[in-house]
Structure formats: structure tokens, C-alpha cells
């Protein structure tokens, strides 16, 4: 690992792109606007980025459409395809560090993730996706023998890809590689708050051999541009990673034109439950901690609700701060911050919001509380921990998108169900048990898309990821990611 100081000499050499990227090359809006790309740690400007609206989607979905048209991707060889995207994932192993610089500057995670988890793991996924390209086969209906039916998967035209701030080039990557694996035309509006990543490696991609037209990004904002590509009728499919909010305005900007299909993961309020036959409660609040204190609690598979069997709450909740002490918000270039600030400005102010109203309602503060702002000192908030919470309570039942967690108390398994699924969303859920049995029960009965036991977050690109309720449809990763950027074809031949 580098040293702050190695990071910090990187940085001066770093020559970030903020041009929008369409037809192999970059481009400035149409209208010439551009909006500040603010380093949240100490407020200063990293660039001012290209804000495309309609004018520039309309021209990038030109642009994508008569590629995939030309065939020059969908209809390629897929041994070449998969040559070229495994090429692009060498460009990005490459430009390692400046990849993982470039995130953490732009969006205030700690180097050290993006350097141990982020680029690893888009690199993973983009090689995992390239080696799917030449192992999809088609099927053959069992039909009478004087018809032959042949069942095909084909590339579905233009794919409209708008993803989230809190991980920049990873939560692109899941979306992007199998959408280009199976043979589309990507256009990509990456969100305002971190663009920067998407645009260096779109730049990678064309000199791995990416056809021009085939993978274009356009930064700028929801209401501008992601609303165009929602609404255009060039547009195939939409995937989207972001809030329920957004997931549902887009569903209806669907069905207003082309009731095109529409792939979302929103938001999350993930539980995380602890049940008194525990055999590590030091592993498991370490556990708890790492689940909402990871990435500033910008995650959405965060679980910022904890339900601890009463019997074990004041041993857990010692354990729980001890870890959750560890995690001191620093400057993300020094490979030892566990916590960096939040994205902006408007996040602090929404996060401490929702802290003053946890106080307000009698939630108990057991760790934190209201952060400090100082101009130009960045947008630091400490791990924040309330217990007594209960579900009255706004912040128990909001999606907060910052380092707060709710503490709650059960008493038996059925009460801890219920709390759980009492929930609009249905992303992830975490079970802390030493009996097999019961988890086998409880993870069929949570309204989850994703269960984990005795731990959090692990997974690889080989399993899904996605929710149920209002955390979206669809999953990204696996298989299942290329199924939904492909359209099943029936093709009957009378012999």
C-alpha cells in the first residue's frame, strides 16, 4: 500500500477528464454548461464537468444507435468481444492507483477500500463478464418433428445506465460489463456528484478496441439528462441504482414513452439481527460496525437498523461502541482512515437532520451526535449510535445514507421477524446466530433480496445482488446481470 505522502504526489500528476464522452471522443455539452466537481474533504474544485441535457442525449443516442445497427458490437465474433473487454480490464489493472485516486478525491472514500475492495472488485466483474461472452448458448424446444424452434438471446439495442455517488466506478462496472457483454450499446449518465471515474475509462475503452458509439457517458444531472434518457424512445432498457424516489419516476417516465424495461436497485434499510444463542458477541458487533459505519454509511446495504435479543443488550452495546470507536472520520488519502467525509454538503445537511430529529424524538445517543461544520474543512460526521430507538421514529425508518445506526431490543424470534420486515424496502439483512436451523428459518422469512449470516456484505460476482419492495427489481452480478440486457427470441421453422 502507498503512503499518504506517495497519494498525495500521485495526485499532482493526475489530469482529470470533464468532457462528456460520445463517439470515442470527448466532447463539451451542447448548451457549453458545466457544474462544479467539489473535493469533499477540504471543499476545493477537482473540475468543471460537462452538463449535458436533452440536446447531447438525443446525439448520444444517434450515436449508439447506429452503432449497434452497424453491428460493428452485437454482431462481432464473441471470442473478439471477449478479447476486447478482457483488454479494457488490463487498461483498468493498469491505472490502478489513478482510478482508486480519482474516486477518492472525487467522492471521499477511504483509499484504502478503493485500493482493497472498489477497483479489485470492478476489474473482477469486468473480466467475469467478458469470459460469459462465448459460453451463452441458445436452446431447442422439444417440438414435433416437422418444426424445428430455436430460442436465442439477442442484445436488446441501446441501454441507458444511471448510477449512483457512493461507489463510483464499481456500481458502473456491475452494470456496464454485462450490458456490453451481451452485445448492447451502453450510455452511461454516471451521478453529478462523482463522474469522474466513468469518464477516464470510457477513454480506457476505446484504446482496449471498444467500437466508437458503443459505450458513451454523459455527466450531468437527474432532472436534465437522466430524465431524457428515461424518456427517449431510442432507449431500450434503463437500469438505475439510486433512491426509491428516483426508481419510481423513472418506472413512470417509462411508461410514458417507449415502456421500455426499467432494472432498479434503490434504497435500503437493511436490519441487522443478533439473537442471545450468539456465540461471538465481540464478532458480531464488530460486525454491526462494519456494517454501518463502512463507507461513511453510504451504502445501501447499510444496516443502520440493529435488533439485539434483550438478554445480551448492555454486553453488545459495550462491544459495539469499543468498534465503533475505531472508526475516526480523516483525510481518505491516509491508508489508515477507516472513514472519510460525506459526499457534500447537501448530505451532511440531510444526515444531521436526521440526527437532530433521533434526539428530538427521545431516541438515547450513545456514541456521536450533531457534527460540526467549518468552511472549507470538509464534510466530516462521527459514528452516531442511538439506542431506544423504536419505530415512531423517522430515522428508524428512513433511509439516511450516512454513519447512524438505531438500536432496538427483542424478545423472541417471531418479534424479530416482524420488526424486520416492518419496512418499505427489502435490500439486504444480516442474522448473527449459532443455531443453523433458525437461520435457515429466518432467512426464508425476511422480506430481503439478499440474506447474510454471521457476517455482512460478503459476496463475489459469481451471486446477484438486488432487493424486493421498494429496493428495486432486477439483480446486478451473476448470470443473472446478462439476462437482463438480453431479449429472448422464438424463431419456428417449418421443415
Partial sequence: MKTYQDWQALRETLNLRSDAYINGQFTPA???????????????????VASCDEADVDYAVEVAQHAFRSGVWSEMAPGQRKRILQKWADLLAQHFDELALTDTLDMGKSISEMVNIDIPDSIDCLRWSAECIDKLYGEIAPTNPQNLALISREPLGVVA??????????????????????????????????????????????????????????????????????????VGTLAFTGSSRVAGMLMQYAGQSNMKRVWLEAGGKSPCIVFDDCKDIQAAA?????????????????????YVHNSIKDEFLKHLLDAA????????????????PLVDKAQFERVTEFIESAIADGATLELGGVPNYSEGQGFFAAPTIFSDASHEMEFVREEIFGPVLAMMTFETEEEAIMLANDSKYGLGASIWT?????????????ESGMVWVNTWGDGDTTVPFGGVKASGNGRDKSWHALEKYTEVKNTWIRL
Fill in 286 to 306: 464488530q460486525g454491526a460496525a462494519v456494517a454501518i459505519f463502512t463507507n461513511q454509511g453510504e451504502v445501501c446495504i447499510a444496516c443502520s437498523r440493529l
Fill in 161 to 234: 445506465i444511471i448510477t449512483p455517488w457512493n461507489y463510483p466506478l464499481m456500481m458502473v462496472m456491475w452494470k456496464i460489463a454485462p450490458a456490453l457483454a451481451a452485445g448492447n450499446c451502453v450510455i452511461l449518465k454516471p451521478s453529478e456528484k462523482s463522474p469522474l471515474s466513468a469518464l477516464r475509462i470510457a477513454e480506457l475503452a476505446t484504446q482496449a478496441g471498444v467500437p466508437d458509439g458503443v459505450f458513451n457517458v454523459l455527466p450531468g444531472f437527474g432532472h436534465t439528462a437522466g430524465k431524457a434518457l428515461a424518456l427517449h424512445h431510442g
Fill in 434 to 446: 449459532a443455531d443453523l436451523s433458525r437461520a435457515h428459518r429466518v432467512s426464508r422469512k425476511l
Fill in 325 to 340: 470507536r475505531q472508526y475516526v472520520p480523516g483525510d481518505p488519502l491516509d491508508p489508515a482512515t477507516k472513514m472519510g
Fill in 30 to 48: 451542447k448548451n457549453g454548461a458545466t457544474f462544479a466537481c467539489i473535493n469533499p474533504t477540504d471543499e476545493s474544485l477537482l473540475a468543471n
